[in-house]
């Protein structure tokens, strides 16, 4: 038990866990749209993993397609009627 707190001792008083699902998502929409700022970019790089990041922006990419072929085929349609 003396050594788990020794351990959370030992970390910086400004070292903090990962923002989490919400925060990664949060983040990584801003840096697509790019109105990320500067604190919190410097922030991702410190405490996220890269992997989570990247990942994420798969996601991302794949839903903006996804989401622009809905629409483009949406007008379409209402376009030809």
């Known amino acids: 038990m003396s050594e788990q707190k020794q351990e959370n001792q030992q970390q910086s008083p400004g070292e903090t866990k990962s923002r989490g699902f919400l925060g990664l998502l ?6 697509i749209f790019g109105i990320q700022s500067d604190k919190n970019r410097q922030q991702d790089f410190k405490q996220g993993d890269a992997s989570q990041f990247i990942i994420m922006g798969i996601i991302a990419a794949v839903a903006i397609v996804v989401i622009m072929i809905v629409v483009v085929n949406s007008v379409i349609d209402s376009a030809a009627k």
Request: hydrophobic fraction near 50%; charge should be neutral.
């Open 26 to 31: 949060q983040s990584t929409v801003a840096a």
